[in-house]
């Protein structure tokens, strides 16, 4: 049963921009954050970014911050991150998330999309 279904991974090179798109089938409905979290093979699921659907507050990891941004478009159950001078340890699986706690525990996140590539070439 797909609920969050993912777009716009890809390869890029150093300093260049992606946008990864969200859409959300709506049997997320209900949630009230969310995120966007990256994994790397080996690693732990890390937390990049989460908004609050509602009011859009939106806060960032300390490795994004500047960087990227997180938004929603609520007409559209969809959720963007943009992307910008991205660099080589940005290179990941990201996965974005529904959930209804603003954090950055993955295990707090119940839904989730199938990942999307993102690799950036130095």
């Known amino acids: 049963q797909v609920q969050l279904v993912e777009s716009g991974g890809g390869l890029v090179q150093a300093g260049g921009s992606l946008r990864l798109s969200c859409a959300d089938s709506g049997r997320t409905a209900g949630s009230t954050v969310m995120a966007w979290f990256r994994q790397v093979p080996g690693k732990e699921r890390e937390f990049v970014a989460a908004?609050?659907?509602?009011?859009?507050?939106?806060y960032y990891a300390d490795s994004v911050q500047g960087r990227f941004t997180i938004s929603r478009d609520n007409a559209k159950n969809t959720v963007y991150l943009q992307m910008n001078s991205l660099k080589p340890e940005d290179t990941a699986v990201y996965y974005c998330a529904a959930g209804f706690r603003f954090t950055e525990v993955a295990g707090d996140f119940g839904s989730w999309g199938q990942g999307s590539q993102v690799a950036v070439s130095s």
């Open positions: 908004i609050n659907r509602r009011f859009g507050e939106a």
